[in-house]
């Protein structure tokens, strides 16, 4: 029989309700409640945390890195129970964390928790189990009826059980009364070389642009020693509003890797197509092309956790198809 590990983070699939209706972490056995999951594949358990996926770290991602790092070789899959909100995020950082494996890392949560009436976690928990012993060597989101590229993927919905998408990659897979795979997807692979990266870096920030604003909050970044890495959601192909230059290149200049990402959920930046794109190439930022803003982040605090000296190399290298 195969074997599948499940690794437990919280989020709402076994939180609980408060009297006054808020949701809090709950104390629940989350596998207990899905005894069929024995049918498909010997089932371990291991609780890391019961957290709103609001309050993830990167401990906390370290903490699942290692699990995964200690039982590689024992295991068909892993899948992981996490909060929704920030699923994405920690699909993306894991996709840095954990290279090669060759076996399907397969995140899911729920919309209800387990105990609410008709939880859509039972069957998101029974069919993640399934998926992590399939023909699978990436790191998926597994949600709804969908099993989606995990660092392509956003939450995208807050109440529908189909609460994630992926708008730049066809899904890896689809469920119904068969588990479909597509052809797009990392296929299972014997493991060479598996890389468990642990030193992210949290220093980084994202900068919204405000259409019609006039602070440049960037300012206050240049001389802060905390922040190593900005991120600025262009407009469109990536264009960047004039008053934001002069702070732009005194943090390149300063040494702060600045990444320009687009705000639109398909394409990518463009710098060199308008001149609001190419000054701020020309002012030192970098551009992430079609990564999404989730993946950005974690391969920003990838790239120089691992070797700032190197960013560029290691930003521009693709891992796990997260960019054409
Ligand atoms: N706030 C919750 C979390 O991300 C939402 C969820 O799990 O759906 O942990």
């Known amino acids: 029989m195969k074997r599948v590990l499940i690794i437990d983070t919280g989020g709402t699939i076994s939180q609980v309700m408060r009297e006054i209706g808020t949701l809090v972490p709950g104390e629940a056995d989350i596998v207990t409640l899905v005894p069929r999951l024995k049918e498909i594949a010997d089932i371990d358990y291991v609780l890391i945390d019961r957290v709103d996926s609001t309050d993830m770290t990167q401990n906390i991602r370290v903490k699942i890195v290692e699990e995964i790092e200690k039982n590689h070789n024992d295991y068909h899959g892993f899948v992981i129970t996490h909060g929704t909100d920030t699923m994405a995020d920690t699909a993306c950082a894991l996709n840095y964390m954990v290279q090669n494996l060759g076996k399907p ?153 600045v990444v320009i990402v687009t705000a639109c959920s398909k394409g990518s930046t463009k710098l060199g197509q308008y001149q609001t794109g190419l000054r701020v190439k020309n002012a030192g930022a970098l551009e992430a092309k079609d990564l999404t803003i989730q993946a950005t982040i974690q391969k920003m605090m990838y790239a120089l956790g691992r070797d700032p000296e190197n960013f560029q190399d290691l930003f521009y290298q693709p891992i796990g198809r997260d960019m054409d």
Do not use: W
Request: hydrophobic residues 35%; charged residues 20%.
């Open 105 to 257: 890392i397969v995140l899911t949560g729920a919309q209800l928790p387990i105990f609410a009436p008709g939880p859509d976690g039972l069957n998101n928990l029974y069919y993640s189990v399934k998926t992590a012993t399939e023909d699978i060597g990436e790191v998926v989101i597994c949600f709804g009826d969908r099993i989606l590229r995990g660092n392509r993927s956003n939450k995208y919905n807050v109440e529908g059980f189909n609460a994630f998408d992926s708008p730049r990659e066809p899904y890896i897979g689809n469920l119904g009364v068969n588990i479909r795979l597509n052809e797009n997807r990392i296929k299972r692979f014997k493991i060479s070389n598996p890389i468990f990266f642990k030193t992210m870096c949290s220093g980084i920030v994202v900068h919204y642009q405000v259409s019609g604003g006039c602070c440049d909050t960037l300012k206050y970044y240049i001389d802060n020693p905390e922040i190593k890495g900005v991120i600025i959601v262009g407009f469109g192909t990536g264009n960047v509003q004039s008053y934001l230059l002069n702070s732009i290149e005194k943090l390149t200049q300063s040494g702060k890797k």
